[in-house]
């Protein structure tokens, strides 16, 4: 073998070579606001993670888009049937019938810590399973 030559990492040095990966990775810096995406239980969800200025706490907003208010046009019943249910969780707060009717939900949670993995999936975690009841049923409502 040409000692000039660079050889692959043995498993020998793969423990070296682990934590050379993890500090090249945590080294990057997260620029905020950050966005992102993901499905859970079959519903699609736009996330987004920001900094409040002048505090150490960091912010999660989550959106849920349960799906879209019918136009007359589509099915003039499903639309009044939909907007019966979601007006009074529209004028709560609760949900947000956007100018493309889709409804959503909005959740915004703050959480501190630092800005690294294991805080932001806990904080994602914890919305989500707090809102859990509420927005697969309100799913299964839009979906018949």
């Known amino acids: 073998m040409n000692k000039n030559k660079k050889s692959d990492a043995s ?20 620029e905020l606001p950050a966005s992102f995406s993901f499905r859970w239980h079959n519903i699609p ?28 046009a589509e099915d003039r019943s499903r639309r009044l049937e939909l907007l019966a249910l979601f007006m009074p969780l529209v004028r709560k707060g609760e949900f947000v019938i956007n100018r493309h009717s889709q409804i959503q939900m909005i959740t915004q949670t703050s959480f501190s810590g630092g ?28 979906d018949t």
């Open 11 to 30: 498993i020998y040095e793969l423990d070296r070579l682990l934590e050379k990966l993890a500090s090249q990775v945590t080294d990057e810096k997260l």
């Open 45 to 72: 969800f736009a996330g987004q993670i920001l900094s409040y200025e002048g505090s150490n706490k960091l912010g999660l907003n989550l959106v849920a888009n349960l799906g879209h208010v019918s136009y007359s």
């Open 115 to 142: 800005l690294n993995a294991i805080n932001i999936m806990s904080a994602m975690t914890f919305t989500l399973l707090d809102i859990r009841d509420k927005i697969t049923d309100i799913a299964a409502r839009i």
